[in-house]
């Protein structure tokens, strides 16, 4: 079974997801996966083309804080950015999830926004109100134009709540979090 497991940035996906472990499922988050084909030579000499040295680190790395804001600020430069990763990702992603002996949960923020939906046995939203989620991004240290911005990037909540075919709301405590997500598993199951 492989899960898609997707929700807004600051609804808890990460959080969500690492409760499906005891049960047994293996975790692949695709952020993992980007940076990790961000950080592939082809990746980081198509940045520097663009965006010139200062996108890198003085090792040569990718510089994720100069990147996020790049492209949080500029629409076309999330396209491009995401049309560099995207298709690396997805190889990536399949490579993961190959071994059909195992149950997965893929942790995808933009599941929908990609059109993954059908490449997964069932797509689980985890969603909370926006207060609580710009809460969350604040304590992350975000500021609110930040978080504000990162929100809008993304497709509306409501619109990911209506999609998928389980949903978790988040607005409680970690707690009750685990207890909707062993719920959850139980349903799965079934």
Do not use: Y
């Amino acid at each position: 079974m492989v899960i898609g497991l997707t929700g807004g940035i600051g609804c808890g996906k990460t959080a969500a997801a690492r409760f499906f472990e005891p049960h047994g499922f293996v975790i692949v988050e695709a952020d993992q996966l980007a940076r990790q084909a961000l950080n592939e030579p082809a990746s980081l000499a198509a940045i520097e083309a663009r965006w010139g040295r200062e996108c890198l680190r003085s090792d040569g790395s990718p510089n994720r804080e100069w990147i996020g804001r790049k492209v949080f600020a500029d629409t076309a430069e999330r396209t491009f950015l995401e049309s560099l990763l995207h298709p690396r990702v997805a190889v990536l992603r399949a490579q993961a999830t190959a071994d059909r002996k195992r149950s997965f949960v893929v942790e995808i923020p933009l599941l929908f926004e990609l059109g993954l939906e059908g490449t997964f046995d069932a797509v689980v939203c985890v969603a909370c109100s926006d207060a609580v989620r710009l809460n969350r991004l604040e304590n992350r240290g975000l500021s609110r134009e930040q978080a504000v911005a990162r929100i809008s990037s993304q497709m509306p909540i409501s619109d990911k709540v209506k999609k998928s075919k389980f949903v978790i709301w988040n607005d409680g405590d970690l707690d009750f979090l685990q207890a909707e997500v062993d719920r959850l598993v139980v349903t799965l199951r079934q």
